[in-house]
């Protein structure tokens, strides 16, 4: 399985950015995608995660109401629509998959990642 994030960039505080993660290599339907991600220093922490079916989502507190997962059979490619950013939003933002139906923020439970695609939030 390979993952190839794109969409970070720069951004100001307050507007959005929307992410992709191409999914290849695999089944996607078969796959619960997450989203990590890492800022200096920090532990990589959890974002969002969605279902192999996309009909259960899970957020992390800190983005709960501003992020969005989503996810398209038609293209194999998941989405982080990111709103209302904040510098604390500032990190390096990975694609992560596992198999399987179980929806779970604990990092160490998907075993395939992307290289990761860095956000910056100016104030």
């Known amino acids: 399985v390979q993952l190839v994030e794109s969409g970070g960039g720069l951004a100001q505080a307050g507007s959005s950015l929307r992410l992709s993660c191409t999914f290849s290599g695999g089944t996607f339907s078969s796959y619960t995608m997450g989203w990590f991600r890492q800022a200096p220093g920090q532990e990589r922490e959890f974002v969002a995660a969605i279902t192999w079916n996309g009909d259960d989502t899970r957020y992390a507190d800190s983005v709960k109401d501003r992020f969005t997962i989503s996810r398209d059979y038609t293209k194999d490619t998941m989405y982080l629509q990111m709103n209302n950013l904040t510098t604390s939003d500032t990190a390096t933002y990975y694609c992560?998959?596992?198999?399987?139906?179980?929806?779970?923020?604990?990092?160490?439970?998907?075993?395939?990642w992307g290289q990761g695609t860095q956000v910056t939030v100016s104030s």
């Open positions: 992560a998959c596992k198999i399987g139906i179980v929806l779970t923020p604990t990092r160490t439970a998907y075993p395939n």
